[in-house]
């Protein structure tokens, strides 16, 4: 009997298995489905309109009327020069952010105090907050029609995304490094150049080179609203109802969309290892 009591002595100090799921994680996922179920109904999606055979007919009627693709001399020249103002408008629009984010972020991950921390963060927050189209619009007012204010309006907000993302990563760092050079001599300056920035810069360079592949597709959109490049190409033949010319500067927008994120894709690999 001592022996069967020893054994369920032994059973129960040992550790048991933790839960399948804990009450924070199934309340969390349950909310998660409510909000779900929540939104569908909220929308009043009609299904049945929406599959429908006249929105079917339609819809191939519409698909129909971009083939062929237009493919003239004169049109892939312009259509060219339109992709090379789109990749410069992604390109300077990011690295302008990249620059205008990075010194902001030092501040943003709190080390210049508190203050100047939370104030950052708020004004990082408002620039990323405010949307491409609309920065766009405000720049159209002040710079005109062009690339020139669709390159403004990209680094506006990606300054912002950036900045977060840069200031959460300088922030999350080990600190033991910069913390060694200090205490053998090295300024605050010297330290951080040498060790924070130099732990963080590969996933710095990751984020910005992600951020280039949505600008190439946000600088596309922007010139919907007259920021040059092939959107306002898109938008101009779109409204003349010249479908097989809209095609072609729709393929070029794929050809260069998929061309920079493996070129991105690429460049991320290499620069990490």
Avoid at 91 to 102: N, R
Avoid at 234 to 241: A, E, P, R, V, W
Avoid at 251 to 271: E, G, K, Q
């Amino acid at each position: 009997m001592k022996h069967t009591n020893s054994n369920f002595n032994e059973y129960a100090d040992m550790p048991q298995p933790p839960a399948m799921i804990e009450l924070k994680t199934a309340l969390a996922l349950l909310a998660l489905i409510v909000l779900t179920v929540a939104s569908f109904l909220s929308v009043n999606i009609d299904w049945n309109n929406l599959f429908s055979n006249e929105a079917m007919r339609s819809s191939k009627e519409f698909l129909l009327g971009f083939a062929p693709p237009d493919l003239s001399s004169n049109l892939l020249n312009k259509v060219s020069l339109a992709t090379l103002e789109t990749l410069a408008m992604s390109a300077l629009g990011t690295a302008i952010a990249a620059a205008f984010g990075l010194a902001l972020a030092v501040p943003a991950s709190g080390r210049f105090g508190i203050i100047a921390k939370h104030g950052t963060r708020l004004f990082l927050n408002f620039f990323r907050a405010v949307p491409e189209l609309v920065w766009a619009s405000v720049m159209l007012i002040a710079a005109g029609l062009g690339p020139f204010a669709g390159t403004i309006a990209l680094a506006a907000h990606t300054s912002g995304v950036l900045g977060r993302l840069f200031a959460e990563t300088l922030e999350n760092l080990p600190k033991e490094c910069e913390s060694t050079l200090r205490i053998n001599g090295s300024s605050a300056t010297t330290a951080f150049l040498y060790a924070s920035l130099f732990q963080a810069l590969p996933q710095l360079l990751s984020y910005t080179l992600y951020r280039w592949e949505n600008n190439i597709r946000a600088a596309a959109i922007l010139g919907v609203v007259g920021a040059g490049g092939l959107g306002q190409m898109l938008k101009y033949h779109l409204s003349l109802f010249q479908m097989p010319t809209a095609a072609t500067v729709i393929i070029a927008m794929l050809i260069l969309v998929a061309m920079v994120d493996a070129l991105s894709l690429w460049m991320r690999r290499h620069l990490t290892d």
